[in-house]
């Protein structure tokens, strides 16, 4: 069975920064991409960023580039969102995700995902 679990999330303020995690189990992780995508209120579910699977290159939604970073770390199946200098307007739910093949900013593109952690930003 194939599971993403995220961690890490919680109450931060304007400024400050956060580290999520993601542990999975049940997949030949270095075999996939990872996603995080977001989701707020009223809001679709929008893509964050993704990394490839040697983790040489990532990509990065223009709402979080320079702010953000994606890593992992194939000997232990994990994937990190590192988020410095949040804002307001990051407060969402925040999921990992996973896909075979080349990276991809849509969401359906992708195959697994976890059940979310809730980062909420305050000013």
């Known amino acids: 069975q194939i599971q993403l679990v995220e961690s890490g999330g919680g109450l931060a303020q304007v400024g400050g920064s956060l580290r999520l995690s993601c542990a999975t189990s049940?997949?030949?992780?270095?075999?996939?991409?990872m996603g995080w995508f977001r989701q707020a209120p009223g809001k679709e579910r929008e893509f964050v960023a993704y990394?490839?699977?040697?983790?040489?290159?990532?990509f990065y939604a223009n709402a979080v580039k320079g702010r953000f970073n994606i890593s992992r770390d194939n000997a232990k199946n994990t994937v990190s969102l590192q988020m410095n200098s949040l804002k307001p307007e990051d407060t969402a739910v925040y999921y990992c995700?996973?896909?075979?093949?080349?990276?991809?900013?849509?969401?359906?593109?992708?195959?697994?995902w976890g059940q979310g952690t809730q980062v909420t930003v305050s000013s």
């Open positions: 995700s996973a896909r075979r093949g080349a990276g991809y900013v849509t969401s359906r593109l992708y195959d697994y």
């Open positions: 049940g997949l030949t992780f270095s075999n996939y991409v």
């Open positions: 990394i490839n699977t040697k983790g040489e290159f990532s």
